[in-house]
Structures are given as structure tokens and as C-alpha cells.
């Protein structure tokens, strides 16, 4: 967990650990410099007998220095970790600006495809081929619930158009002129899908009007 | 004679009677208009149009709230004729409109000013 602040919590951990051991060999040395006015005959003696002042002294400013680079790296780490994570950020929203880009370049590949199907099914109906235009609405009903931009009107026309396409399917087979009222309905549909095509292919999006003062 | 083709008859002669004046329609759901007998039947006449099929009209007999007899006809079918005046018919009467029209004919063949008081 957190690969990038482990390190300099490690340095700032070792660091303060440091600075605890000189201090705590600093202070009978500090303690002693006050008895060396008194007496010089101890000046040199080592009541732990395992560092003399100097060493201490080193070991003190190491210990502050040890500190300092830590607190040093691990504001720098702070940064890099700030970094990384609006790095991250913004390739994810290219990700899925990406990704939006392609759907729409798919809906509109779609809609050129449904729109060449709308007609073809147009052209069964005129002549009457109910069974051909039924397997076409078929395609057309699949195509249309694949558009993913949203909208709920598209699932509507696909409901609609997986409707008719077995009304079509039951007009072919009975051999039965097609009713009026189905004729009717089916050119509703028609215009409707039509209008959707032309509101989805449209190169940009319409204008909003700005407000009358 | 098949039960259908006599529930077909039937709603010849409902017509007729319904055509003269002589029967209560009520519409007992949007769109459909029916007839209660003394012994509990029901004949209804219900006409769908569904957003993506041809209209339909449908007449049934309900024996204790069951269909036992159906007919069925999608426009332009044989039994079209038959059903939708039927349930045109019935629709004018169960709605008022039928005493709506008689009145305004009534208005139009008289020599009176008619239309709002001044």
C-alpha cells in the first residue's frame, strides 16, 4: 500500500529514531560540560565509556540532517504522488473521451446503415414483398436498439419496428392485402425513424437560441 | 351453423336494434362499450389499436365474467363492416353523442336563429 510514501515514511521513521539515540548520548555529555568547569581531571572521561563528545556532537548534527532530507523527500514524494494521481486523472478522462468519440463514430455508422435499410424495407412495401420486408425490419429493429447515445426514443423505434416487422411477417404469410390502418401506421413509423436519422446525422449539434432581451 | 357464425348473427340483430334506438351501451373501459342481459351475459365490443398493427375489433360473449364466444377482425377483414358500426354505434349511444346529434339536427331543420343568445 502507498509503494510511494513507504520510502521516506521509512527515512523519516530511521531519521527521528537517529536524532532520539543523539540526544539521548548528547544529554549526560551537555550535563558533563557543566561539571568540566568544575572539575578538569573528569573533562575526558566517558560515563558509558562508548562515545566521546565529538562522536556525539557528529551524531547529533547527523541525526538533524537525517530529519531535514527526510522531510525533504517526503514532501517531494507528497508532490510526486499529487502528481501521479492528476496524471491518472486526466488519462482516464482521455480514456473515456476516447471511448465517447468511438461510440459516436459507431452510432453514426449505425444510422448511415439504418437509414440505407429504412429504404430498402420503403421499397418492399411499395411493391407488396411483405416477407422480404419483414426479415429487413428484422435487421433494421436489431440495428436500431444497438445506437447507445441515450436517447429512449431509439428504443422505442425498435420496439415499434420489431412490431411491425411480425404484422408484416403475418400480412406475407396470409397473402392478405395489408389493412390501411397498418399502411398508416407503418408510414408514421417510417417518418418517425426518418426524422430520428436526420436529428442524429446532423454534423453538429443545433444551436441553442439565445434569449430574446 | 357454428357458434361463431351465430354470435355473428347475434351481432347482425344487435346492430339493428341498436340502430333503432333500443339499447343502453355502457362503456365499461376505454374503448369498450357493452350490453348486459337478464341472465348475467355480457356482450362486449372492444376496438384496439395497438402503435405498430392494424385496428382491431373484437366482440365477445362473457358468461359469468368468462369470453365464451369470440369475434375477432382486423381492418379490412370480412367481419370489419359489421363490427366497427357496431362499436360506432355503440360508442354514439354509451357517449351521448347520439341525442347530441338528434338535437342539432333537430336545430338545422327548424327555421329558428340558432347559436348563442345575444
Known sequence: MFPRVRKPLFLLAAGIYCCMVAEAYAEPATRRGDSVAVSDSVEDTEPSGFLSDDWRDVLAVCGGVGVIITAVAFLLALHQVSRATSVAEASSKAAVEVLNESRRKHDRYLVSRISRLLNEVSAYVRSGEWRLASVRLLDLAELVSQISDGDARWDDLAGRLGEMEEWFERVGNSGRPCSTSLRGKWRKLRTDLSSKITETDRPFPPAEKEPKP | ?118
Open chain 2, 1 to 118: 351453423m357454428t357458434t361463431t357464425d351465430k354470435f355473428r348473427e347475434i351481432l347482425q340483430r344487435l346492430l339493428e336494434k341498436s340502430k333503432a334506438g333500443k339499447i343502453n351501451w355502457r362503456e365499461t373501459h376505454p374503448g369498450e362499450f357493452s350490453i348486459l342481459f337478464a341472465d348475467g351475459s355480457i356482450i362486449a365490443v372492444r376496438y384496439d389499436s395497438p402503435r405498430s398493427g392494424p385496428d382491431m375489433i373484437t366482440a365477445d360473449l362473457l358468461i359469468a365474467g368468462a369470453p365464451v364466444v369470440s369475434v375477432q377482425s382486423e381492418d379490412g377483414d370480412e367481419d370489419w363492416e359489421l363490427l366497427s358500426s357496431l362499436h360506432f354505434d355503440a360508442e354514439l349511444h354509451a357517449r351521448g353523442w347520439n341525442s347530441a346529434f338528434g338535437t342539432i339536427e333537430k336545430a338545422l331543420q327548424s327555421n329558428e336563429t340558432i347559436g348563442w343568445q345575444k
